[in-house]
């Protein structure tokens, strides 16, 4: 057994994952933008943009915000198989709009779990994040890890800086996109897409730290994604920390 883990290790199939270190507390509140999405949804677009520029803008000035673009599959019988679309990532968002009690629609963005925002309304997204960086340090928990990557899958061992009960979720994220779309509302457009969901595990009942491995879609390479390690209270869903790696 130990010269098989030998040879995988040798061609890039298998890494040891260094043991979780002790993780201090959170030191700045932490943001997540959940944006559900579709390449066919026409108004869709504007609100891509917005979560591009908005966490573009949070990676330069050192802020922990951090997008993800979940796409559905309902827009798919319109005219346009969008290729990122999964049920998995309709039914989150079906999850959503059953504890916040809204409807379900393209673009909607859900900030920290709680609160439910038209993705192209940039100003009231801006004062949702304002607001969130006003809550105190000790209403978020810290999360570390490390990440090793190979040519087939990434596996991210993270850790928390307090046990639960939460809800661990670990999202592969091709970090940008550039589709020709040729029906539907968008036909004849070239759309770009950035953090857009390729991959996505919840661990519904999380020790203090665990591990995770997700394979690396056809065609994507490793060094074209990134891991958002995001928690969430089991009670109200509210998100309380979150690292990218």
Not at 184 to 197: A, H, I, K, Q, S
Not at 220 to 244: E, H, N, S
């Amino acid at each position: 057994m130990h010269y098989v883990l030998i040879l995988l290790t040798a061609f890039g199939l298998a890494a040891p994952l260094r043991p979780p270190k002790p993780v201090g507390p959170a030191t700045k509140p932490v943001v997540v933008l959940e944006l559900f999405t579709s390449q066919g949804c026409s108004s869709c677009p504007p609100a891509d943009k917005a979560l591009q520029e908005i966490t573009q803008q949070a990676a330069k000035s050192g802020q922990a915000i951090y997008g993800l673009s979940f796409h559905v599959d309902y827009w798919n019988r319109l005219g346009w198989q969008d290729p990122f679309s999964t049920k998995q990532y309709t039914d989150r968002q079906r999850q959503y709009d059953r504890n916040l009690n809204t409807q379900t629609y393209t673009p909607q963005l859900v900030i920290n779990g709680r609160q439910n925002v038209i993705g192209g309304q940039r100003k009231r997204i801006e004062q949702a994040i304002q607001t969130i960086q006003k809550q105190p340090v000790s209403s978020f928990i810290g999360v570390d890890g490390s990440l090793v990557r190979n040519a087939r899958q990434v596996t991210i061992n993270y850790a928390l800086s307090a046990a639960g009960p939460y809800r661990v979720n670990v999202a592969l994220v091709q970090k940008e996109a550039q589709t020709v779309v040729k029906n539907g509302e968008n036909g004849g457009r070239t759309l770009l897409n950035t953090n857009v969901v390729r991959q996505f595990r919840t661990i519904d009942n999380s020790d203090a730290s665990g591990n995770v491995t997700l394979l690396l879609p056809d065609g994507l390479t490793a060094d074209q994604t990134a891991v958002l390690v995001y928690v969430q209270r089991k009670d109200d869903g509210q998100i309380v920390g979150a690292k990218q790696f």
